[in-house]
């Protein structure tokens, strides 16, 4: 069991592959060597887990990647391998509204996942509580 069983329950439910008419996302949990790999970044003792998150845009040509983790130590905190918009680690904070809905904050922004169920989720960004993009995406497989 781990410190951050709530988290680890919702990204397991959302390992796959994710669409919409915008993006195609890949979720999978990292193995053994990528989770030290952040370990050491951050220079964390406990860590639990991880996410890697791949994307592929759909409208133009580009794609990224970007992994995290957690630390029994440290609650409520995702230590990442780079940011959105460098390569630099970053730390963000997270927050389990329900076992459905997790927001994550990084500055004056703020992602919100909702999976409506196994197969169906919502993904909202937001900016200082402005919404920025909305977008429904389908699982297509696990």
Known sequence: MFFHQELYDFW????????????KVKVSLLD????????????LSEAEFGVKMAWNYVIKDESGQMSWCVDAN????????????GDSPRILDYQMIEANKL???????????YLENDNKRLRE????????RRLWEEKLSA
């Not at 397991?12 to 993006?23: A, C, P, Q, T």
């Open 12 to 23: 397991f439910r959302s390992k796959g592959i994710w669409v919409s008419k915008l993006v």
């Open 32 to 43: 053994e060597q990528e989770l030290l790999a952040i370990s050491q970044i951050h220079q």
């Open 74 to 85: 440290q609650p409520n905190l995702v230590f990442t391998n780079k940011s959105l918009s």
């Open 103 to 113: 927001v994550i904050k990084f500055g004056k922004l703020e992602e919100t996942f």
């Open 125 to 132: 960004l937001r900016q200082e509580g402005k919404l920025l």
